[in-house]
């Protein structure tokens, strides 16, 4: 189910009205059923798998928490991340490895024609996401740096809770846990500012993301001879189409956990407005980054180790990191570009050199720089090949034909993201995400109906799927 | 104190809502006419298409259907002809009417296509006080948004419904053997696989009728019926016995027999049938509403089956469905987008533009035809009908591949393609009078 869909809002009314008439013990156990009945509204059979890896991950935590004996903890922890990264490496990248090495062994005429026909592997809606939440967990509990939980249900839920299930945040059992085992408090505040988090999780979603995909999909649909212009036109509104996508769904997320009683972790925090490629991690995809960096790459290294060593860790975490999007050498290639970047960025800064803040000439240079690197890594993520990526590329440096563009399109792009940037602005400029949400209440009335407007006017009715979806 | 707190926020965002819709509507209008007199300022000698309606012609740009028309038109002769866009969304006839000089005055246009109606009020007797609610615009948003609705809720109860009952998708499977196109086709391929016996005696009563001896026809209608239990047999079958019947004045025989099967537009051809009989015709309520036909002619039939009441003698059975006929949206026009029509008619020939009407996508010819109905002029207008074509088109793709939303109920506004189909259907009722 769609946050934006009849289906979903009907559910939730269900499920938030018996919520909020529950005691504690049962709101749990509501939750639990509605998470089951929400994963499986999209595919009941795969139900049992997500139940197989969270049991086995309940049961290795346990036994790890239990053990003093260095090798037993360590044994468990290993099965636990085995039967997590097997079943995600298999679902969604058993294809991809097995098509890649068949096309291999054809390139070097080991083979005459492909041995391998590929399976038809369905993707497991947020794979990703519930795998990773539970290698986290179980790698805490092994550093001690989590109790476990003592309940299977309560750990259960905190699996599969509806809002993050899908697309995240990733959370922490240190931060989520407590959460789930201990009485919330739902108030009416609390609904509120929920309400207008899922709001403009909508909006981001449905005014921006959706109209902007009308305007990127046929450009990297067509197969023939790329504009420079054009394709700069859809890298922009592939910028923010990916960016309200998954800040809309992770607003809704929060927004929904918020009214009852949640506190889910924000995960965007005005990314584009990053100056260099650190600052960008630290703001987008904040839960994933964070992930990366704690379970990947400090065990690597990190940055303790040396500069070589901190090096490669950079980059073989960014590049584990663009696997982790999709099963395609281009998210390979663009987990690579960050990689890349992350590494030139620490070789061609110093050390505790002062960074240019606020809204210096310098800083707003070194924004829009940045920024434009970013959108170009966005084309390899987009590109539905590697030979697009080259003809696209092309197209941008050698083939732009300056007067010959598509006006109506560029206003299109203008007219979409402008509520957006005019909000993020703001946000900046206050440094509070949630700074609509405080103005008086006239100017919050002025908001909404423009919102609205919108919504009813240029808002897509059948919405494309959240491009994070099929994680 | 909290109650008020909450009656003024709504009030508040509500009023700032209309505002915008005002706003929208005013920048949107006045765009569109600087399009308008720059194009058509430039072009002198190129044939001049006006088209006026509301959002389902304004909609679109590019992909709206007067940018189609355009399109089309131009594709068999280049540069020759212009199509301008004057539609103004969510107004009433009275509007437009009040515009067509100004508009005629300054295009100069030689012909004028006109889709316009769908925001008339429905209803013959509107009370005065409810014309300034529909001045307000929040409302016709509302009511667009209440139709989106209940189409998105139908959809679901007839999935469910479908669920439920383990009915098959009616899409077409690839079969073995030929694909059954007609109902006739079927029938055939029905018969030729049942028992020898009921293949007998269907066969004597096809010879009895071709004898004149329906006496011994309806017998063997009556023992054909109670032997054999395929339905699309039945369905067939059915429908020649109740011709039969007809033609023998048996009327109340006919409607037991027809309740046998689901009703469908054939029915719907035979309603005369019922209302000759005094006994059904106090069941044709029922009747009629067994044949709501989901092809837009649903609204048709109360007054079809008002005019067969007139015939019957039933006078009071005659009125009240005259009325229901005319609170119906798809088949009925209000006296005053009647008169409005007219006018138009009137405004056009009298200054030699010629007049092209359209129906609305989906909806049946017949109610706009019967607004001219009689008049000495009314072959010097052109018509098009969007029913047929439209249903058809929507039966072998999908409601959504035409449409965007359901804001008239039956019919939306216009994707690229519909916006397209719908321009197709205006160039080719058009094709004999342009150059």
Same mark, same amino acid.
């Given at each position: 189910m769609l946050f934006n869909s009849l289906e979903f809002f009907l559910f939730f009314t269900v499920v938030y009205s018996l919520y909020l008439v529950f005691s504690h013990r049962w709101q749990n156990r509501l939750l639990i059923a509605a998470s089951c009945l929400f994963y499986a509204a999209w595919n009941w059979k795969f139900l049992g798998l997500m139940f197989i890896s969270i049991t086995t991950d309940y049961l290795c935590a346990r036994k790890i928490s239990r053990s003093d004996d260095p090798r037993t903890r360590k044994i468990f922890l290993i099965i636990s991340i085995a039967v997590n990264l097997s079943i995600l490496g298999f679902f969604k990248y058993f294809n991809f490895f097995a098509c890649s090495i068949d096309g291999l062994l054809r390139d070097f005429h080991w083979l005459s024609q492909g041995v391998y026909t590929p399976l038809k592997i369905i993707l497991p809606l947020g794979i990703s996401f519930y795998t990773f939440e539970a290698i986290s967990y179980v790698v805490d509990v092994y550093r001690k740096a989590a109790t476990p939980s003592k309940s299977y249900w309560d750990y259960l839920l905190f699996v599969i809770y509806f809002p993050h299930l899908i697309a995240g945040p990733i959370m922490r059992a240190k931060s989520f846990l407590p959460q789930v085992t201990q009485p919330r408090a739902v108030t009416l505040d609390g609904f509120f500012e929920g309400s207008f988090l899922f709001f403009w999780g909508v909006f981001e979603k449905v005014f921006v993301a959706d109209n902007l995909a009308k305007i990127v999909n046929p450009v990297f649909a067509s197969s023939g001879a790329y504009e420079g212009g054009q394709v700069l036109l859809a890298l922009y509104a592939f910028s923010f189409q990916i960016f309200c996508d998954f800040d809309g769904y992770s607003n809704m997320a929060r927004g929904l956990g918020k009214c009852m009683g949640f506190e889910l972790a924000v995960n965007f925090k005005l990314p584009y407005f990053a100056g260099d490629p650190r600052e960008f991690w630290q703001r987008w995809h904040i839960t994933l980054s964070t992930w990366l960096r704690d379970y990947l790459y400090i065990p690597l290294g990190g940055s303790r180790q040396g500069k070589g060593r901190m090096y490669m860790a950079l980059i073989v975490t960014m590049l584990l990191g663009g696997l982790w999007h999709g099963a395609a050498w281009t998210f390979v290639l663009w987990g690579l570009y960050h990689g890349a970047l992350l590494v030139g960025h620490r070789l061609v800064t110093r050390e505790h050199q002062m960074q240019p803040t606020g809204l210096s000439p310098l800083r707003v240079l070194k924004v829009i720089v940045f920024f434009h690197l970013v959108v170009l890594g966005w084309l390899l993520f987009r590109a539905q090949s590697i030979p697009q990526v080259g003809a696209m590329l092309k197209a941008l440096f050698v083939n732009f034909d300056l007067l010959n563009q598509d006006a109506a399109a560029w206003s299109k792009l203008v007219m979409f993201i402008s509520p957006l940037l005019a909000v993020q602005f703001w946000q900046a400029k206050s440094g509070d995400l949630l700074v609509i949400y405080r103005q008086h209440w006239m100017l919050k009335k002025l908001f909404y109906a423009l919102m609205v407007y919108l919504l009813i006017g240029w808002g897509v009715m059948k919405s494309e799927e959240f491009i994070y979806f099929q994680f | 104190m909290r109650f008020g707190r909450a009656l003024r926020s709504i009030g508040c965002f509500l009023l700032f809502l209309e505002i915008f819709f005002w706003v929208g509507s005013f920048v949107t209008q006045t765009v569109q006419s600087l399009g308008n007199s720059v194009r058509s300022s430039l072009q002198s000698d190129v044939y001049k298409i006006v088209c006026i309606g509301e959002s389902t012609t304004l909609? +679109? +740009?590019? $992909?709206?259907y007067p940018s189609q028309l355009e399109n089309v038109l131009n594709e068999r002769k280049p540069g020759k002809f212009q199509v301008i866009n004057q539609a103004m969304a969510g107004v009433t006839t009275d509007v437009i009417l009040n515009h067509l000089p100004e508009w005629i005055n300054t295009y100069q246009p030689n012909m004028v296509v006109a889709m316009i109606g769908i925001n008339d009020p429905i209803q013959s007797q509107a009370k005065t006080h409810l014309s300034v609610l529909k001045k307000i615009k929040l409302v016709g948003v509302a009511r667009s948004l209440k139709e989106n609705l209940m189409a998105i809720f139908e959809e679901y109860r007839v999935k469910v419904w479908a669920f439920l009952k383990n009915e098959q998708k009616p899409v077409a499977e690839p079969s073995e053997g030929p694909v059954l196109e007609t109902e006739h086709e079927q029938f055939m391929a029905a018969m030729n696989v049942a028992p020898q016996p009921q293949k007998d005696t269907y066969l004597l009563t096809l010879l009895a009728e071709g004898q004149g001896r329906d006496d011994i026809a309806e017998v063997l209608f009556e023992k054909f019926l109670s032997e054999n239990t395929n339905p699309v047999i039945q369905s067939w079958v059915v429908k020649q016995y109740g011709v039969l019947l007809i033609r023998r004045k048996q009327y109340e025989k006919f409607v037991s027999v027809m309740d046998r099967i689901p009703p469908d537009s054939w029915t719907l051809e035979w309603v005369k049938g019922y209302c000759q009989s005094e006994q059904a015709m106090q069941r044709v309520a029922s009747v009629i509403d067994k044949m709501v036909v989901k092809d837009g002619r649903d609204k048709l039939i109360y007054s079809w089956a008002a005019s067969c009441f007139e015939e019957g003698g039933r006078r009071d059975l005659m009125e009240e469905y005259l009325k229901k006929s005319m609170v119906t949206e798809s088949s009925y026009y209000a006296p005053k987008t009647r008169a409005n029509y007219t006018a138009l008619k009137d405004l056009l020939l009298s200054n030699d533009i010629q007049p092209v009407f359209v129906q609305y996508? %989906? !909806? $049946?010819?017949r109610p706009l035809l019967s607004i001219f109905e +009689? %008049?000495?002029?009314?072959? !010097?207008i052109i018509f098009v009908d969007n029913g047929t074509s439209y249903r058809q088109a929507v039966n072998e793709k999908s409601y959504s591949d035409y449409f965007i939303d359901r804001a008239s109920g039956d019919h939306g506004h216009g994707t690229k393609l519909g916006n397209r189909f719908l321009a197709e259907n205006v160039a080719q009722a058009i094709a004999g009078v342009i150059p």
């Open positions: - | 909609l +679109g +740009g590019k $992909d709206s996508p %989906m !909806r $049946d010819i +009689g %008049m000495p002029d009314l072959n !010097r």
